[in-house]
Nanobody, 116 residues
């Protein structure tokens, strides 16, 4: 299984970005799909996740980020719209997916920098 993440970049505070992640090589539908982030000097944290039929967000992004998934052309995609970005959202963002409730497969990471 390979995950390809894209969509990071440099944005000013208050701006928006959309992250995307495409999965290839998986034979089954993922039960869990999520976006994680790791800021310098900090541990990786779950930002938003879809597990079974449930969606959950970290408190710090609730109301600003929206996660979604779809299956187009037999390829699973995971997206996340990020609005009202803050400097503290700066991090490397990773997509993670798994057949259970945790991520077993990881994308390569895409960097998001929020700065004026």
């Amino acid at each position: 299984v390979q995950l390809q993440a894209s969509g990071g970049g440099l944005v000013q505070p208050g701006g928006s970005l959309r992250l995307s992640c495409a999965a290839s090589g998986n034979k089954f539908r993922f039960y869990h799909m999520g976006w994680y982030r790791q800021a310098p000097g900090k541990q990786r944290e779950l930002v938003a996740g879809i597990t079974g039929g449930s969606i959950n967000y970290a408190d710090s992004v609730q109301g600003r980020f929206t996660i979604s998934r779809d299956n187009a052309k037999n390829t699973e995609h995971l997206q996340m719209n990020m609005n009202s970005l803050k400097p503290e959202d700066t991090a490397v963002y990773y997509c993670g997916m798994g057949y259970g409730s945790v991520s077993n497969f990881w994308g390569q990471g895409t960097k998001v920098t929020v700065s004026s």
